[in-house]
C-alpha cells in the first residue's frame, strides 16, 4: 500500500517537474523571442498558469485526501470559491512580504506580483489542492509532528523548499556582475522555481528512505 | 583562579583590542617617508659631468622659469567626459575649440583612491600619494607640513593669490598674498558658493602684482552630491565654467605681448563623480578627471584629435614646478609630463627629465635600504651615463644628426626610469607590513578559539568557571614558545629590510606582547585538553539534547556563518546592509511563526501540549511579574487582572502580540527607505532628501525631541517608582539609556530622528510581546540585539565607506574643533545604533536575573563572541585579498570600521561587566 503510493507520489511530482521544464522551452515555438531571462514576466505567467493548471488536474485524479462524504453541488462551489479568495489573499501576503523585504514599492509592481503569484502557486495552490480551504488541516500540517500521510509530508518538503529556494535566490542580487539572471526578480523566481523543483524530486525519496520512521497517526 | 563568564570576556576583548590594533598598524601604512623641508633646497644636482676628466658642465643652477604667470583652475569634481565627451562639446565650446585647435596639451589625469577633495589637493601639490589614514587623521586638515608647490613657490618669492575652497588656506596658512575661502558647508548652494570666487577674478586680472593665482570652484561637486552627474543642472554650471575659462585665457594673452615669457593656464579637476554624484571610491568616473595645460607657449594642435593619454595627477606637481623654476618637491613621486616642455632644446629636455630622476632616486634611497637592486635605479644611472656621453659631443660642438638621435635615445631612458622609478615608489605606499599583521592576527585567533573552545563552560548555568592560569604558566611548553618567539622575533626585525611597526617598539613590549601570545596559546591547549579528558571519561549527566534546535536557533546560527562568509565579497561588503535587512526580516517571520505556534498550537488538549501549556502559563505570568517590575504604576490593577483570568491570556494582549512582528516589519521598512545606503542603490530617492529638502526638518526636529524627552522622563520616573531596595541599579540603567538617547537625539541629523523614534518602538515592542512571552535564553537574545544594532548602524544611512561618517555630529555644541569630544561625540553618532540595543540588552538582561542569575554573563560572553567571530575572520580575508583591486575603496574601510566595532564593544563588554560585579556582590550580600 504504502510503497504503491509513494510510486504515485513520484509519478505525480515527475510530472510536474517535467511540465516546468516545458514551460521553459515549449512557449518558444508559439511566441517570437520568448526566453526565460527575457520575457521573465511572459514566462512566469505562462509557469503560474501551467502548474495550477496540472495541480488541480493531479488533484481530481489522484484524490489524496478523499473528502469523506459527498457533499453537494452548492457546498463544492463555495468550497471552491473560498480556494479562489485564499489564493488571491496569499498572493497579496506574499507581495506583502516581499516589499517588507525590500522590494521598490512602486516601481516593477507587475514583477513583484507576478513573483507573488507564482510563490503562491508552488505553496499556496498546492496546500489547497491538498487539504482544502481548511486553517486548522493546514495548521496541523505545518506544525512539528503534523503530517498524517506521505502527501502531507511531500507538502512540507516543498513548501519549505520553495521558500527557501526564493530566500536564497536573492542573495546574488547585491553582487556587481551585471547578468541579465540579477536583475529583480528573476534570480528570486529562479531560485522559488529549482527549489520547487528539489522539494518535488527530494519528497519521494526522502520518504522513501524514511519509511521505518514515518508512522502516522490515523485520523 | 574562578573567573565569572563577562569577566573572561571582556578581557578577552581587551586582548582582541590590542591585536586588532596591532594589525591596523600593520595594513595601513603611515606615510613616514615625508621628510624634513629644511633640506629642501639644498644645492639642486648639475648636469651630469660628462665622461673624461677635466670636463664639466657649467648648467649646476635650476633651469630659468618657463611660464610668467599660471593660472590654476580646480573645478572639484570635473569628470573626464564633462570636458572631453559629449556634455563638454554641448556645453563647453570655448574650452572644446581651443582643445581642438587652440595651443593646448590635453590629459586625463588618474586621481588615486580616496578621491576625496582633502586627499587630492595634498596630492597636487606635493606630488605624493597621502595614505588612506591620512584621510582619518586629518579630519580637521591641519597645515601641511610636507615638501609641496606652494611652499616652494612661496620660498621662491612668488606672490600668489587664491579663492575657492577653504580647505586651501587651511593647508596652506599664511602662503598666499590674498585670498578668500568659501565654505563647502552648505552642499544645496550651488551658485553662490562660485559667484564668492568669481567675483574677484576681474580685479585680479587687471592687476600684475601676482605670480599665480589659484581657483577652487565647488559649485560642481555640490550639484553632483545632491543630484547626480546627469541632472540639468550640469550643463550650466559647464557653461559657467567655460566663460570663465575664456575670460581667464583671453586675458592671459592680452598681457602676453608686453613680456618675454608666455603665460600657462592648468584647468583639472580634483576627482571625478560616481554615477549616483558622490566621490570617494575607485570607479572609472570618481578617478578620470581631465587636465588641461593651456599657453601661447605651446604649438598650435593640428591633425585629427586623438584621445588624451593617461597621466597621474601626482604629475602635475613635478610639471608645475619645472615650470614656474622651482626645485621639485621632495616627496613627489610624479613623472614630468614630458609635451608641456616639448618645445624646449633637447638639452633643456634632457636637464629637466634628469632634475626629475634626481629627486626621484633620492626619495627611494631614503625608504628602501636596497634601492641599488631597484630596475628604475638601474636604469636611471644608465641614463645619466648616457646623458653624460651626449654633454660631451654637445659640448665638442657636435650639432649634426647623431646628436639629435642620441638626445632622442637618452630621453627614451629617461622617460622609461621615471616609469619605473615612480612605480616602485608608489608601490611602497601600499607596502604592507607582514610581520605586525601577523602578530594581530594570531592574537586575535588565539582570542577567538579560547573564546570558543570555553563556550559550552561559558553557557552553562552558573555562568562561571576555572581558569587553569598556573599550570600551563608553569609549564615547560610555555616557556620554550616564549624563548622560540622571541628568537623568531630577533631573527625577523635583523632581517627586515623594509620598516616594520612591530620591530621599533621597545624591546619590552615586544617580549610583553610575546609572552601573552604563547600565554594564550597554552590556554588553549589546556582547554582543548580538559574537553578531550572529559569526553574520555563516561559522561555522568549525559549532555542536555532533547532540546532540540528550534527555527530560530538555526536562523541564528546561519545567519551568523552567513554574515561571516559574505565579507569575502566586496559587493556584499558595500552592500551590507543589505544583508543585514535580509536577516532581521527573516528572523522577524521566524518569531511570528514561533508566537503562532505558542498561541494557536497549544489549545489542542494533548496531554504533552498541556504540560508546555502549563508552561506558557508559567512564562505569562512570570512575563507579567516581570513587567510590574517596569511598570509599577499600572502595577496593581494588572496584577489584579492576571489573577483573575488565570485560565487564559487576555485576547487583546495575544492579538497585539501576533501582530508585533508584522509592526516590526513595516518599521524597518520604511527605515530602509530613510536612508538610501551602499553603492548600486544608493541613486534611488529616499525619505531622507525628501526631509532635508525644507522647512519640514526644522519640524520634524522639535516633534521627536519633545517625544524622547517625554519617553525619557516616563522611563525614569518609572524606575524611580519601584521600591529602592531591588532595582537601584535598574533606575541607573534606565537612566544611563535615557541619556543616550537623548544623545543620540542631539548629534542625529534631523531627518534621521526617526530611526530613534523607531528604535524605541521597536525595542518596547519586542520586549513586551515577543521576548518575555515566548522565553528565549539569554544568548538568543543577544544575538537578535546584535542583529538589530547593526541593522540600525545602517538604517541610520551609514555605509562601510568612509563618505559616510558624518563628521558635523563632532562639531555640535562646539565653537572650534577639540579633538577628544569631537572623536567621542562622531563615534557615538556613528555607533548609535549598535550601543543603544547593547545598552538595552544590558537593562532587559538585568530586569531577567531574577529568573536566570548568569543572564549577564552570558550575554556579555555572547556579545564579545559574536564580535570575535567577524572580525577573526575578516582579518584573515582581508590579509589574503590585500592585492584586490577594491583593497583600498572597499576591504579597507570596512576594516577600520570593524576595528572600531571592536573598541566600542570591548567598552561595551567592560561596562556589562561593571554591572554583573555589582549584581555579584549584591546576591553575596
Known amino acids: 500500500m504504502k510503497e504503491a503510493e509513494i510510486k504515485r507520489l513520484l509519478a505525480a511530482n515527475l510530472l510536474c517537474v517535467f511540465s516546468i521544464i516545458l514551460t521553459t522551452t515549449v512557449p518558444a515555438f508559439f511566441l517570437d523571442s520568448f526566453s526565460v531571462l527575457g520575457t521573465h514576466l511572459t514566462w512566469l505567467c505562462i509557469c503560474s498558469v501551467s502548474i495550477s493548471a496540472l495541480n488541480i488536474v493531479l488533484c481530481l485524479v489522484l484524490k489524496p485526501n478523499p473528502s469523506p462524504k459527498r457533499s453537494s453541488f452548492a457546498h463544492k462551489i463555495s468550497r471552491f470559491l473560498k480556494c479562489c479568495i485564499y489564493f488571491f489573499m496569499s498572493c497579496i501576503l506574499f507581495h506583502v512580504i516581499i516589499v517588507l523585504y525590500g522590494a521598490p514599492l512602486i516601481e516593477s509592481v507587475t514583477e513583484t506580483f507576478l513573483f507573488a503569484v507564482l510563490l503562491s502557486t508552488f505553496t499556496t495552490l498546492h496546500c489547497l489542492c491538498m487539504l482544502g480551504p481548511n486553517i486548522q488541516a493546514w495548521i496541523r500540517v505545518f506544525s512539528k509532528n503534523g503530517a498524517m500521510s506521505i502527501w502531507d509530508n511531500s507538502l512540507q518538503i516543498t513548501t519549505m523548499c520553495s521558500i527557501l529556494g526564493a530566500w536564497f535566490g536573492a542573495f546574488p542580487i547585491p553582487l556587481d556582475w551585471d547578468r541579465p539572471w540579477q536583475v529583480w526578480p528573476i534570480s528570486c523566481s529562479l531560485g522559488a522555481t529549482f527549489g520547487y523543483m528539489a522539494g518535488l524530486i527530494i519528497a519521494p525519496l526522502w520518504i522513501h528512505w524514511n519509511q521505518k520512521q514515518l508512522t502516522y497517526k490515523s485520523r | 583562579m574562578r573567573l565569572r563568564s563577562g569577566v573572561f570576556a571582556s578581557s578577552c576583548l581587551l586582548v582582541e583590542a590590542l591585536g586588532v590594533a596591532l594589525f591596523l598598524r600593520g595594513f595601513f601604512p603611515l606615510p613616514v617617508r615625508s621628510l624634513p623641508r629644511s633640506e629642501a633646497r639644498r644645492d639642486p644636482p648639475a648636469e651630469p659631468a660628462p665622461p673624461g676628466s677635466g670636463m664639466v658642465s657649467n648648467w649646476t643652477k635650476i633651469p630659468p622659469p618657463l611660464f610668467k604667470k599660471v593660472v590654476i583652475v580646480l ?14 562639446k554641448q556645453f563647453m565650446p570655448y574650452t572644446t575649440q581651443v ?9 586625463i589625469a588618474e586621481a588615486k583612491p580616496p578621491t576625496v577633495t582633502m586627499p587630492r589637493i595634498k596630492a597636487l601639490t606635493t606630488g605624493s600619494i597621502p595614505g588612506f589614514i591620512d584621510v582619518i587623521v586629518n579630519l580637521n586638515s591641519p597645515a601641511l607640513l610636507d615638501d609641496n608647490l606652494i611652499w ?8 600668489i593669490i587664491f579663492y575657492g575652497d577653504d580647505t586651501w588656506v587651511k593647508l596652506f596658512p599664511k602662503h598666499f598674498v590674498e585670498y578668500d575661502g568659501t565654505t563647502s558647508f552648505f552642499v544645496s548652494d550651488f551658485t553662490e558658493v562660485d559667484d564668492n570666487v568669481t567675483r574677484h577674478l576681474d580685479r585680479v586680472l587687471k592687476r600684475e602684482d601676482w605670480d599665480i593665482l589659484i581657483l577652487h570652484y565647488l559649485g560642481l561637486d555640490h550639484i553632483g552630491h545632491m543630484t547626480g552627474p546627469n541632472s540639468p543642472l550640469v550643463g550650466p554650471k559647464l557653461h559657467e565654467m567655460d566663460n570663465i575659462l575664456k575670460k581667464i585665457h583671453i586675458s592671459l594673452l592680452s598681457k602676453e605681448g608686453e613680456s618675454s615669457l608666455p603665460n600657462l593656464l592648468v584647468v583639472c579637476g580634483d576627482h571625478g563623480m560616481s554615477e549616483t554624484g558622490s566621490h570617494g571610491g575607485s570607479s572609472e568616473g570618481e578617478v578620470h578627471t581631465p587636465l588641461l595645460f593651456i599657453s601661447s607657449a605651446f604649438e598650435k594642435r593640428s591633425g585629427p ?27 613627489s613621486v610624479g613623472n614630468l609630463i614630458l609635451p608641456v616642455v616639448g618645445d624646449k632644446t633637447m638639452r633643456e629636455q634632457l636637464r629637466f627629465l634628469h632634475l626629475n630622476g634626481f629627486q626621484l632616486s633620492r626619495l627611494l634611497q631614503e625608504n628602501t635600504p636596497a634601492y ?31 646628436l639629435l638621435n642620441l638626445g632622442k635615445k637618452v630621453l627614451k631612458q629617461y622617460l622609461e626610469a621615471l616609469k619605473t622609478l615612480s612605480s616602485s615608489l608608489s608601490k611602497q605606499v601600499a607596502q604592507y607590513d607582514m610581520y605586525s599583521m601577523l602578530v594581530g592576527t594570531v592574537i586575535v585567533l588565539e582570542v577567538l578559539f579560547l573564546l570558543l573552545l570555553i563556550t559550552p563552560k561559558a553557557l552553562s548555568s552558573r555562568a562561571e568557571f576555572e581558569v587553569p592560569l598556573s599550570p600551563p604558566l608553569f609549564s615547560l611548553l610555555f616557556y620554550l614558545m616564549c624563548l622560540m618567539l622571541c628568537a623568531v622575533h630577533v631573527i625577523v626585525c635583523t632581517s627586515a629590510e623594509s620598516l616594520c611597526y612591530f620591530c621599533s617598539m621597545s624591546w619590552l613590549t615586544a617580549v610583553g606582547v610575546m609572552v601573552l601570545i604563547s600565554a594564550l596559546m597554552c590556554g588553549i591547549l589546556s582547554a582543548i585538553g580538559k574537553i578531550l579528558e572529559s569526553s574520555r571519561v563516561p559522561v555522568k549527566n549525559p549532555v542536555v539534547s532533547n532540546s532540540s534546535w528550534s527555527e530560530v536557533d538555526v536562523l541564528i546560527l546561519a545567519g551568523t556563518i552567513g554574515h561571516v562568509l559574505s565579507l569575502g565579497a566586496s559587493s556584499f561588503i558595500e552592500e551590507e546592509h543589505q544583508t543585514w535587512y535580509f536577516l532581521i526580516n527573516t528572523l522577524c517571520l521566524a518569531l511570528c511563526q514561533e508566537l503562532c505556534r505558542n498561541y494557536f498550537l497549544l489549545k489542542e488538549g494533548d496531554p504533552q501540549h498541556s504540560i508546555t501549556l502549563k508552561q506558557s502559563f508559567d512564562n505569562v505570568k512570570e512575563a507579567y511579574e516581570c513587567k510590574n517590575i517596569d511598570i509599577p504604576a499600572a502595577g496593581d490593577s494588572k496584577l489584579g487582572k492576571v489573577t483573575s483570568s488565570a485560565e487564559f491570556i487576555k485576547g487583546s494582549d495575544k492579538w497585539i502580540s501576533l501582530a508585533s512582528p508584522w509592526i516590526i516589519l513595516i518599521c524597518c521598512r520604511l527605515l530602509r527607505s530613510l536612508n538610501q545606503t551602499g553603492v548600486q542603490w544608493a541613486h534611488r530617492p529616499d ?11 526644522a519640524r520634524f526636529v522639535y516633534v521627536f525631541v519633545l517625544g524622547i524627552v517625554f519617553t525619557g522622563t516616563k522611563d525614569l520616573l518609572k524606575s524611580q517608582v519601584i521600591s529602592a531596595d531591588s532595582s537601584v541599579k535598574s533606575i541607573g540603567l534606565w537612566e544611563v539609556y535615557s541619556g543616550l538617547v537623548l544623545l543620540a537625539a542631539l548629534l542625529f541629523r534631523p531627518h534621521n530622528l526617526p530611526v530613534l523614534v523607531f528604535c524605541l518602538l521597536i525595542q518596547t515592542m519586542m520586549t513586551k510581546y515577543i521576548w518575555r512571552p515566548l522565553k528565549f535564553d539569554a544568548a538568543q537574545i543577544t544575538i537578535m540585539h546584535y542583529w538589530f544594532g547593526q541593522a540600525f548602524f545602517y538604517f541610520q544611512g551609514n555605509s562601510n ?3 559616510t561618517v558624518d563628521v558635523s555630529a563632532g562639531f555640535v555644541g562646539l565653537d572650534s574643533y577639540v579633538e577628544i569630544p569631537a572623536i567621542f561625540l562622531t563615534a557615538f553618532a556613528t555607533y548609535a545604533g549598535p550601543l543603544l540595543w547593547a545598552i538595552h540588552l544590558l537593562c532587559y538582561l538585568s530586569s531577567e536575573v531574577s529568573r536566570n542569575s548568569a543572564a549577564m554573563g552570558h ?20 590579509t589574503s585579498l590585500r592585492y584586490h583591486l577594491f583593497i583600498w575603496s572597499v576591504f579597507s574601510p570596512k576594516l577600520l570600521y570593524e576595528g572600531m566595532h571592536v573598541f566600542i564593544t570591548a567598552v561595551i563588554c567592560l561596562f556589562f561587566t561593571a554591572m554583573d560585579q555589582n549584581q555579584s556582590r549584591k546576591v553575596q550580600d
Open chain 2, 687 to 697: 525619505f531622507g532628501h525628501w526631509l532635508t529638502r525644507g522647512i519640514t526638518e
Open chain 2, 99 to 107: 582643445i581642438e585647435k587652440g595651443t593646448s596639451h590635453s590629459f
Open chain 2, 152 to 159: 616652494q613657490a612661496k620660498t621662491a618669492g612668488k606672490r
Open chain 2, 859 to 878: 550575554g556579555c560572553f555572547c556579545y564579545a563572541l559574536v564580535r570575535s567571530i567577524p572580525v577573526a575572520v575578516y582579518i584573515i580575508l582581508v
Open chain 2, 75 to 88: 573645478i572639484d569634481a570635473l569628470r573626464d567626459d564633462f570636458v572631453f565627451g559629449s556634455k563638454g
Open chain 2, 372 to 402: 641599488e637592486k631597484d630596475p628604475g635605479y638601474e636604469h636611471f644611472k644608465i641614463a645619466e651615463k648616457s646623458h653624460g656621453n651626449w654633454i660631451k659631443l654637445y659640448l665638442d660642438g657636435n650639432n649634426s644628426e647623431i
Open chain 2, 801 to 803: 565607506g568612509i563618505a
Open chain 2, 305 to 331: 584629435l586623438t584621445q588624451p593619454k593617461l597621466v597621474q595627477q601626482t604629475d602635475l606637481a613635478t610639471t608645475l614646478a619645472v615650470g614656474l623654476g622651482l626645485p621639485i618637491s621632495r616627496n
